[in-house]
C-alpha cells in the first residue's frame, strides 16, 4: 500500500508561524461550489440557452454537447503561442510540477488531443438539465435494465468532474456483467456541481454544500425516486456529509472515500505543525503526518482558492498552459500512480477533464466552492459528523490525501456501518479504479436496499 510523504520540515519559530497561516488558509478548502450559465459554455440544439428558460421552470431537459469549431481552434492557438517559464532549479517536485512534463502535455494537448472523442462519449450518454434554486444543473442519468435498482447520486470534486464517474457506470448500472449480482443495481446520477462542468455559475452568495446538498434532494425528488442514496470524494464528500446532516426523507445512507475523521484537537495540531503526539496508534500516527506534509508543502493551491479564487481565475481562464499545470499537479499527486497518472488514467482522459474546465470557463467558479466552503474539509468537528444520524459508509484508498484510520472514522461518524481498506487507488477513486469503486458500493449500501433493510 503507498504512503503520502512523511518528510517533515524544521521547525523554526519563523517556519512555524507560515505554516501556520497558510495551513490556516489551506484548512478553508477542498469543498466545493458553483454558480448558472456561461457565456462560452456549449449547449446542445436540443437545450435552450439558460437565459431563454423562465426561473420558475422545473422541467428536465435533455442535454447534448457540441463545442464549436472555433473555440477549439482557438484553444490550439492560445497553446502555441505558450510563454514558458524558466525550468525549476530542482530534481524533484518540491517547487511545483516540474517544466518538462508540463510542456509535453501542453504540446500533446494542443498538437494530437481529440476534444471530439471527449464528446462522443459524453453525448452516448443520457443528459439533462434542470434548474434548481435559480441555477442550471445539468447531470447524467442512466437507469438500470434490473428490477429495483437503487437511485444513487455521485458527487465529483475539485479538480475532477462528472468524467471522474463515465467508467463506474456500467459496473453500477449492469453488476451482472462485471462480476455482480442482479440484485445490487443501481440508476446512476451523476451532476456537476453548480459552477463546474456545464451547469450553471452561481451568480448569488450562498452556494455553499449545504446549499448544494439541498439541491441534490430537490434532485433526486424531481426524477422521482422516493428513497435514494449518496457518494462522493473531495467536495462530493463534503456535499454527501451536509446531505447527511439534512437527513431529508428518502435519503437511506452515504458513502464517502474522503472522509472528515480528523478529531478537532488535533487537527489543530497538525495546522500548528506540532508533531505528531506519542499516544497515537500506528494508523493515526501515518494519517497524522500525511495531513502534517498536506498542510505544510502541498496546500497552497486551497488557500488561494480559499481566499481569493477571483485573482488565480484570471489565470485559468485566460492561459491553458496555467490551467493545465494547476489541473495536473493535483492529478498527479493524488492518484495512485507514483506520479505519473497517465500510465493509470490515460493522457487523453486527464485532457477531457482539463478542457472541460477550459471551454466552459469555469476556472474562477469552480475555485469560488472553496471560498464558499468556508470550513476544514477532513475536520470531523468543521463538518459536524456526530450530527449524522443515517448509515455511513466509508471506504479507504491507499494513496488518499490521508488514510482515514477505523479508530478516527468510528468516533467522528457513530452511525457507521461499513468501513474498508481497498487494496489500490487514490484520491479519485472512482476515475482510478471503477470495478473496484463500484464493488466497493455495492457492499456499502447492500444493508440498506429496501429489500434487505425489511428483514
Known sequence: ???????????????????????????????????????????????PPASQVPASDESIRPF??????????????????????????????????????????????????????????LNALPQFVTRIDGVDIQFIHVRSRHPNAMPLILTHGWPGSIFEFVKTIGPLTDPTAYGGRAEDAFDVIIPSIPGYGFSGIPRELGWNPDRTARAWDVLMKRLGYQ????????????????????????????????????????????????????????????AFQSLSTFFGRNAAYGAMMATRPQTIGYSLADSPAGLAAWTYEKIAQWSDSNGV?????????????????????????????????????????????????????????????????????????????????VAKGGHFAAWEQPQLFAEELREAFRPVRPANAAR
Open 1 to 47: 500500500m503507498s504512503h503520502a510523504t512523511t518528510r517533515s520540515m524544521p521547525r523554526t519559530p519563523a517556519t512555524r508561524l507560515a505554516l501556520t497561516v497558510s495551513a490556516a488558509l489551506a484548512a478553508l478548502a477542498l469543498a466545493g461550489h458553483a454558480l448558472p450559465a456561461k457565456a462560452a459554455a456549449p449547449a446542445s440544439s436540443a437545450t
Open 64 to 121: 447534448k454537447v457540441h463545442v464549436p469549431q472555433a473555440q477549439l481552434d482557438e484553444l490550439r492557438q492560445r497553446i502555441a503561442a505558450t510563454r514558458w517559464p524558466d525550468q525549476e532549479l530542482v530534481k524533484d517536485e518540491s517547487q511545483g510540477i516540474q517544466l518538462a512534463r508540463v510542456k509535453a502535455l501542453v504540446q500533446y494537448w494542443g498538437k494530437d488531443y481529440d476534444w471530439r472523442k471527449a464528446e462522443a462519449q
Open 227 to 286: 428513497h435514494y442514496v449518496s457518494q462522493g470524494g473531495d467536495h462530493g464528500s463534503v456535499i454527501s456529509d451536509a446531505l447527511a446532516r439534512q437527513a431529508p426523507k428518502g435519503l437511506l445512507a452515504i458513502h464517502l472515500n474522503m472522509p472528515a475523521t480528523v478529531p478537532g484537537p488535533l487537527m489543530k495540531s497538525i495546522l500548528a505543525g506540532d508533531p505528531a503526539p506519542a499516544s497515537l496508534t500506528a494508523p493515526e500516527r501515518d
Open 341 to 421: 497518472p497517465e500510465t493509470v488514467l490515460g493522457r487523453d482522459a486527464i485532457l477531457n477533464d482539463i478542457t472541460l474546465y477550459w471551454l466552459t470557463n469555469t476556472g474562477a467558479a469552480s475555485s469560488r466552492f472553496y471560498w464558499e466552503n468556508n470550513n476544514n474539509n477532513f475536520s470531523a468537528e468543521a463538518q459536524k459528523t456526530r450530527d449524522i444520524k443515517i448509515p455511513v459508509a466509508i471506504s479507504v484508498f491507499p494513496h488518499e490525501i490521508y488514510r482515514a484510520p477505523e479508530s478516527w472514522s468510528r468516533q467522528a461518524y457513530p452511525s457507521l456501518n461499513y468501513y474498508h481498506q
